[in-house]
């Protein structure tokens, strides 16, 4: 997803409740703040990642048992460090984007506002790694399909969100010749809406 498409995305997740869609839905839009881990084989030491997203979810004002979920995340890393693939030492930054659908289940504890879920789903994930060793600039993208799980638990009070989310996420690029797996282990807040 292109970074000038960022704003517009969150208008429509923040201000989605006020729509008079949503009139007859229910749902939540929460921020996350939190890490990715990526394959260490693959992608140290660019493994570790600080990680931002926007997560939606809505049903319709029944007993439907699920909700539809559509979210998107985006992480990073900076390392200075020597490879070989950029003729030696360099500056390098590695990006992920992941923007995926799929479904939500929330389970509420009885007499609490407490509410365990699981989710899973489809993913497509862009990634890419730049490098300046000073003279040249080295860069190279790719994007693929895959898998996503997770599970967590919110906290609604009134009608804001707390929680937590744990997630794991599948897919494989191709990055300067190289196979790397692009998913992996997320973990984080999530502060949001429900209505």
């Not at 693939?85 to 929330?106: L, M, N, Q, W």
Request: aromatic fraction near 16%; include cysteine; hydrophobic fraction near 45%.
């Amino acid at each position: 997803m292109k970074m000038k498409f960022i704003p517009v995305l969150v208008l429509v997740l923040l201000f989605f409740p006020a729509s008079g869609f949503a009139a007859g839905w229910t749902g939540n839009v929460n921020g996350f703040l939190g890490a990715k881990s990526l394959d260490e084989d693959d992608w140290e030491p660019l493994d570790e990642h600080g990680e931002i997203g926007v997560r939606f979810d809505f049903a319709p004002k029944t007993d439907f048992p699920i909700n539809f979920a559509i979210d998107w995340y985006v992480s990073g890393t900076s390392e200075a460090y020597s490879d070989p693939r950029f003729g030696g030492f360099a500056d390098v930054d590695a990006a992920t984007s992941e923007f995926a659908i799929g479904f939500r289940k929330y389970m509420p504890i009885p007499q609490t506002t407490f509410s365990p879920y699981l989710g899973a789903g489809l993913t497509s994930i862009a990634a890419s790694i730049e490098a300046d060793d000073g003279f040249f600039t080295y860069k190279d993208d790719d994007v693929d399909g895959g898998l996503w799980l997770e599970g967590g638990i919110v906290w609604t009070i009134r009608h804001v969100n707390l929680g937590l989310c744990l997630r794991y996420s599948d897919a494989e690029v191709t990055l300067f010749g190289e196979d790397l797996e692009v998913g992996g282990g997320h973990a984080g807040l999530i502060a949001g809406f429900h209505w």
